[in-house]
């Protein structure tokens, strides 16, 4: 599974790049945070999914899925944020699933291996 991580802290991204390589097996093929940076790698790379912090600068998310979504490839949209109650928002904007920041890492992982093995079916 190919990923591309969009988050607002260099750290945090390369710490979750870390996490998704080795505790799953994935290639993170691109992070940034930037949304116009954002719809360039998804469209040079092609990713399986796009992991995406709703505090992305600039991101809308009424508005940036949907346009991942009229990509020729798009990829799923797990969002992440730290407000919880932001999670139907989140989903009615197209996001396939939304996990809060303050729960165990564990999640992220959890609905990952849940998007790879819809994919595989």
Do not use: S, W
């Not at 719809?39 to 600039?58: A, F, R, S, Y």
Request: negative net charge.
């Amino acid at each position: 599974m190919r990923i591309v991580i969009a988050g607002t802290q260099a750290v945090t991204r390369r710490a979750m790049n870390l996490l998704l390589v080795t505790r799953l097996g994935v290639e993170v093929v691109g992070e940034t945070g930037d949304e116009g940076e954002l719809m360039n790698l998804v469209k040079t790379n092609q990713p399986d999914l796009v992991v995406l912090d709703e505090g992305l600068p600039g991101a809308q998310l009424g508005d940036l899925i949907p346009a991942l979504r009229e990509l020729d490839l798009a990829p799923t949209v797990i969002v992440l944020d730290e407000r919880p109650q932001k999670e139907q928002a989140a989903l009615a904007a197209g996001a396939d699933a939304f996990v809060y920041k303050g729960d165990h890492p564990k999640n992220l992982l959890v609905a990952i291996e849940t998007i790879r093995m819809k994919r595989e079916e």
